[in-house]
């Protein structure tokens, strides 16, 4: 966008051959008065009213002229108003006033401006120059090598826009109109906080343009180690890796990653993983990742993460399986451990069924009755014993040793020897007694069938 700057100035003095230099000099001086004008753009409106204050008499003509071309002419004579060039249809002039009025402005309307009442050249000319609104400017920064001092540079083209004003803003502070350039230091804790804008302004760009603010001006801090945090669908297909960390004063900031044992990788912050083709998980990759910026050297890495999908879900199917396998392999090691034994004692399963059956019987009797032992009678004495434990009836054992028959009820039938000699067992007894043909008697333990 373009703009006019009006300026009054003195009128060449023409006509003059008789005046000595310095008095020209004088003349031109006292002449030479810059009057504030009004500032318009392109496209505008521009109103020139002239000071006829020395004007005698009535106003009979006028005429503006722009440079040496005119732009608009009156006579009373005539009563005709003549507007000329470039200027028709966008002029207008004030018969009693001598205000010419130019709308639609253009670049070429810029220059000198002359007016003349009655054929008579007023000592005032108007002159109207082009300016253009100032740019949006940017900051840069020169800092000594030590970085303490840096001088921050307020930045435009400002061509066909001067006179051009600069201000200054340090962080919440106010504008200060100062120069192009700003000195700036650390301070005492050896970081700068402060965030530093600059404007830019002239007389036909309002509030002016305003630059980005800039901060660290004496160049990045170093990045910080930086931490993995992850976010994931709520099927747990793909996760996205966030590379996190504080880069405040420390941008700009480059990440990369590497997976596994692979190689580093430039990225952006964040690394989105996903399961693969085969539903597994990729929770066996560790994942790490890499903040580095200009001053940061080799940068800062974070700690491995590995597990992003959460644990994995228990598969009950092979759990089940897994603990049929062991019962199986189980089972498959007392079949074949039984069968070695058999073979080395030859045992068969009714043998070993026996035993355990009759064990178990003899066992349970023995802790039942608490059998006393049999012993043989004396000769001439009394059986006294029974086979319930209790006392015997007094009497004659009249067992006889000639195969004839006892006397029925004087012993218990399981002590009674068979008549054909033939040995009887007491199931019940500790002892077993034997009576062969000849009647001649002997004692064995019994032993448990």
Request: charge should be negative; hydrophobic fraction near 30%.
């Amino acid at each position: 966008m373009y703009f006019y700057m009006l300026s009054k100035q003195s009128n060449e003095l023409e006509n003059m051959p008789k005046l000595t230099l310095i008095g020209l000099y004088f003349c031109i001086c006292l002449a030479q008065k810059l009057v504030s004008g009004e500032d318009v753009k392109v496209g505008g409106e521009l109103v020139l009213k002239p000071d006829k204050s020395t004007v005698t008499g009535p106003i009979t003509s006028i005429l503006w002229k722009h440079g040496k071309n005119k732009v608009a002419e009156w006579d009373k004579d005539f009563g005709d108003l003549d507007i000329y060039g470039a200027f028709k249809g966008r002029t207008t002039l004030n018969q009693t006033t001598g205000e010419l009025r130019i709308s639609g402005l253009k670049k070429t309307d810029s220059g000198v401006y002359y007016v003349e009442f009655n054929s008579k050249l007023l000592d005032k000319t108007y002159k109207l120059s082009f300016i253009k609104a100032v740019p949006k400017p940017t900051i840069t920064s020169s800092c000594n090598a030590n970085k303490t001092s840096c001088t921050l540079t307020c930045e435009g083209n400002t061509t066909d826009a001067e006179p051009v004003t600069y201000s200054w803003k340090v962080g919440e502070g106010a504008w200060q109109v100062r120069g192009k350039q700003l000195t700036v230091s650390k301070n005492y804790t050896g970081k700068s906080t402060n965030k530093y804008t600059c404007k830019m302004n002239n007389t036909v760009s309002g509030e002016g343009e305003v630059s980005e603010p800039v901060g660290e001006v004496f160049g990045p801090e170093a990045v910080p180690k930086p931490t993995i945090s992850s976010s994931c669908k709520p099927d747990k297909t793909s996760c996205t890796l966030t590379c996190e960390g504080d880069t405040t004063d420390a941008e700009p900031v480059t990440y990369s990653w590497k997976v596994g044992e692979g190689a580093w990788e430039d990225g952006g912050k964040q690394l989105i993983v996903s399961k693969s083709d085969t539903g597994k998980s990729t929770n066996s990759y560790k994942y790490i990742c890499n903040m580095n910026n200009d001053v940061s050297g080799e940068g800062e890495v974070s700690e491995p993460v590995g597990e992003v999908f959460g644990p994995e879900p228990i598969n009950i199917g092979a759990v089940v399986g897994g603990v049929v396998f062991i019962i199986v392999v189980l089972v498959a090691i007392v079949i074949t451990g039984f069968f070695v034994w058999k073979k080395m004692t030859g045992y068969t399963w009714i043998d070993i069924l026996s035993k355990v059956s009759c064990g178990m019987c003899g066992t349970a009797v023995n802790n039942a009755n608490s059998v006393k032992p049999v012993t043989k009678p004396e000769e001439g004495g009394e059986d006294e014993s029974k086979t319930d434990g209790s006392a015997a009836a007094v009497g004659k054992d009249e067992t006889k040793t000639d195969d004839s028959a006892a006397p029925v009820g004087d012993l218990n039938t399981a002590e009674k020897g068979e008549a054909n000699g033939e040995g009887s067992v007491l199931l019940n007894e500790d002892m077993v007694k034997y009576h062969n043909d000849n009647g001649e008697g002997r004692e064995e333990e019994n032993s448990v069938l």
